[in-house]
C-alpha cells in the first residue's frame, strides 16, 4: 500500500506543520484543514483518470467503429500519397498493386489512436493492416502474404472491385 504510506507520512508532516503554526490544542483543527486538503487532492485525481478513462473509451469504441465499417483498413504513418515510414510506404505499395480501394488512418494525425490501437490489436507497431475485422499484421507479414500470393484474394474477396 504505498499510497496510504504516501497519504499517511502527508498527513504527519502536514500535522506537524499545522500544530507548529497553530498549537497543539488545536490538533483537530489541523486535522479537518488536512483532511479537506488531502481529499481535494485525491479527489483531483480521480476527476482526471475518469476523464482519462472516457477518452480511452471515445478512442476504442472510435477505432471498433472504424475497423468494423472498412473491410480493408491500414493504420499508417502518413497517407497512401505521402507515407512518412518506409514500412507504410511498403505496406501501400502492397495493397496499390492488388488495385482494389483500402481505407486508410494516418495514425500521426490522431495520436489517441496511435496510443490505443497497440493494446486493443496487441500489436506493437505500424502499419497494421486489419481486413474483415481482423488484424492481419504489420509491414513483413503483409509483404510475406503479398509476395506469397495470399494477399490479393484476401483482399479481392471483401474489397469491391473498383467502378470503371
Known sequence: MPKRRKIHGLYKQKVFHIESVI???NRNIAFVIL???V???M???LVEDLSMTEQVRDTEAL???QIAKHAVLLYMKGTPQFPQC???ARAVEALS???RPFAYVNILENQDIRATLPQIANWPTFPQLWINGELIGGSDIILDMFQKGELQPLVEQYSPAPEA
Open 23 to 25: 498549537g497543539n490544542k
Open 35 to 37: 483532511f479537506y486538503t
Open 39 to 41: 481529499l481535494g487532492i
Open 43 to 45: 479527489q483531483h485525481r
Open 63 to 65: 477505432i471498433r467503429d
Open 86 to 88: 518506409g514500412f507504410s
Open 97 to 99: 498493386q492488388i488495385g
